[in-house]
């Protein structure tokens, strides 16, 4: 049973966002909310918020308007029509309670974006895997066109610095949150399902709950609008079939013969790319910043929403992706000392933690290493697909595997990272492949030191998760030069 169902009506009308008044936006520091807070206050919409930590994104807030604080503060919502909440939010959280004790309107994170999205051109996108790096794709190559796309985005653009924009242009691209069934509230002109995969049982309880919320998204795409979608996946595929015969117009793409934008092939210069790519009769060459098969995929989706879907030249559209260079915690290079590369990923559930480990892998030269450290996200998801994610990691050489970033979650009893490493080292023991040297770190402190002492010269230290493990690069970097020094 899902911790946030019945808390928030996805498909009730979009309020109005002339009718939203002053609004508060609580944890406000985080990518989501940061979002929100940044696109209302660039549509002139006055703007508090807080945040329990005080971190970087506040002073960001604070010079474009908004008044944030640190901590909760109840009574800062009494002056305030509207409030804005994500599913992480408890209602025991002190300004929600005293909001609905008001009577004041609570809206969702995805509520208060469509409010703001405000009669725009809306591409939302949505999948499992790559959905961020697919909207910041397509954000910067309309930012490239010319186009003063909005966006709102769970990563912030490298070139940018920023999460989100509100743009005086017809677009505005947000990155879709199916997790707890809010991606229903935007009506897009175009959609990009990039795969459907059995994640977020906690809140769908089974595969076909989750397969069934996708078609109603292809479903809530406006009349006329498009339905891209990855042929290569088996979920997005029958995704394509199921919303055609719904009478939804529908465009695929991948390496799939079958696909309408069909991928021939690519190569990999380091950490670049280049994809060619056949469009009907016409071959197109794609370029990006980035290294993976998975990443051609996802700038393949954006090309195709951007040409078939809002109308910007196949060339044009071809060229803005080279002006892509990067998403924070997207395989991002941190850094590299005494020969070791430290990259850090967002990766979290199984389909991106097997994407960005074999891309990883395949960069390696040997008999350099790769070498990942990886903190399970979400006790639900660690007891469900620890198999699954040690699967994932199999391809690397040495595995560390942290304690479980509990995020929204309470505990469960005999749940913890040890779970994936125990799998891990079984899978290696049974499939009669490579080696895999395996280590369980229960302490946070104990990674950085850990990783850096097992790194050498020419190896590749990748950190993966969606919690605090992205704080670790900078720390291996750091103890890897000490190291050298002696």
Same mark, same amino acid.
């Given at each position: 049973m899902?911790?946030?169902?019945d ?11 002339s009718e939203?008044g002053? !609004?508060h ?5 985080g990518?989501?909310?940061? #979002?929100? *807070? /940044?696109v @209302?206050?660039? %549509?002139?919409?006055p703007?508090s ?5 005080d971190?970087?994104?506040?002073d ?9 604080h640190?901590?909760?503060r109840p ?8 409030v804005? !909440?994500s599913?992480a939010t408890r ?5 929600? #309670?005293? *909001? /609905?004790? @008001?009577g004041? %309107?609570?809206?969702h ?8 999205a405000?009669?725009r051109r809306?591409v ?7 959905k961020?790096?697919t909207?910041s794709?397509?954000?910067?190559l309309?930012?490239d ?7 709102a985005i769970?990563?912030e653009?490298?070139g940018?610095g ?8 017809e677009?505005?691209?947000?990155e ?5 069934g809010?991606?229903?509230?935007y009506?897009?002109e175009?959609a990009?399902v990039?795969?459907?995969q059995?994640?977020?049982?906690d809140?769908y ?9 996708y078609?109603d998204f292809?479903?809530s ?5 498009l339905l891209v979608?990855c042929a290569?996946d ?5 995704l ?5 015969d719904s009478g ?5 793409y ?9 991928v ?14 056949l469009?009907g009769?016409?071959e ?14 996802n700038?393949t989706?954006a090309?195709?929403?951007a040409?078939?879907g809002?109308?910007?030249?196949a060339d044009?559209?071809?060229?803005g992706?080279?002006?892509y ?6 395989f ?6 005494g020969?070791?590369?430290?990259v850090?990923d967002?990766?979290h559930n199984?389909?991106?933690v097997?994407?960005v480990?074999g891309?990883a ?10 070498v990942?450290?990886f903190?399970p ?5 660690t ?7 040690a699967?994932?990691?199999?391809p690397?050489?040495?595995?560390v ?5 509990a ?6 009893d005999?749940?913890?990272g040890a779970?994936?490493?125990?799998a ?10 490579p080696s895999?040297e395996?280590?369980?770190v ?7 030191p850990?990783?850096a002492?097992?790194?050498?010269a020419?190896?590749l ?13 900078p720390?291996?970097?750091a103890a890897?030069?000490?190291g050298?020094?002696?």
């Amino acid at each position: 049973m899902s911790v946030h169902q019945d808390r928030f009506d996805f498909t009730a009308p979009v309020v109005p966002i002339s009718e939203l008044g002053s !609004v508060h936006v609580t944890n406000v520091g985080g990518a989501g909310m940061s #979002a929100v *807070a /940044r696109v @209302l206050l660039g %549509r002139d919409v006055p703007v508090s918020g807080s945040d329990p930590k005080d971190l970087p994104v506040l002073d960001a807030l604070r010079q474009a308007g908004a008044d944030v604080h640190v901590g909760a503060r109840p009574e800062s919502v009494d002056q305030v029509d509207t409030v804005v !909440v994500s599913s992480a939010t408890r209602e025991t959280d002190p300004e929600l #309670a005293r *909001a /609905r004790g @008001l009577g004041k %309107r609570v809206l969702h994170r995805s509520q208060a974006l469509a409010s703001a999205a405000d009669a725009r051109r809306v591409v939302a996108v949505a999948g499992a895997n790559g959905k961020t790096t697919t909207t910041s794709m397509l954000t910067a190559l309309l930012i490239d066109a010319g186009a003063d796309p909005s966006f709102a985005i769970g990563g912030e653009l490298a070139g940018l610095g920023t999460n989100a924009h509100a743009g005086g242009g017809e677009a505005f691209v947000i990155e879709a949150d199916e997790s707890d069934g809010s991606f229903l509230v935007y009506h897009p002109e175009v959609a990009i399902v990039t795969n459907v995969q059995p994640d977020h049982l906690d809140h769908y309880g089974t595969f076909e709950a989750v397969q069934d919320a996708y078609l109603d998204f292809a479903r809530s795409i406006r009349p006329g609008g498009l339905l891209v979608a990855c042929a290569d996946d088996a979920g997005s595929a029958a995704l394509a079939r199921r919303a055609s015969d719904s009478g939804v117009r529908v465009l695929t793409y991948g390496t799939d013969v079958s696909a309408d934008v069909r991928v021939l092939g690519h190569e990999v210069d380091g950490f670049r790319t280049v994809a060619r790519v056949l469009d009907g009769d016409e071959e197109v060459r794609l370029a990006i910043a980035i290294p993976g098969a998975h990443n051609v995929l996802n700038a393949t989706a954006a090309y195709a929403a951007a040409h078939h879907g809002l109308g910007v030249g196949a060339d044009r559209a071809a060229t803005g992706l080279g002006a892509y260079t990067g998403t924070r915690r997207r395989f991002e290079l941190k850094g590299e000392i005494g020969g070791v590369t430290v990259v850090d990923d967002y990766a979290h559930n199984p389909g991106k933690v097997a994407a960005v480990v074999g891309t990883a892998a395949g960069l390696v030269q040997r008999p350099a290493r790769l070498v990942v450290v990886f903190q399970p996200h979400l006790y639900s998801r660690t007891q469900d697909f620890a198999v699954e994610l040690a699967a994932g990691l199999r391809p690397a050489d040495v595995v560390v595997v942290m304690d479980v970033y509990a995020a929204r979650e309470d505990p469960v009893d005999g749940v913890s990272g040890a779970l994936v490493a125990d799998a891990v080292r079984d899978l290696a023991a049974r499939d009669g492949g490579p080696s895999c040297e395996v280590h369980y770190v229960a302490g946070w402190p104990e990674a950085a030191p850990l990783a850096a002492g097992l790194a050498r010269a020419g190896d590749l230290v990748l950190t993966v998760g969606a919690g605090d493990v992205t704080q670790l690069g900078p720390q291996i970097l750091a103890a890897v030069e000490e190291g050298v020094r002696r």
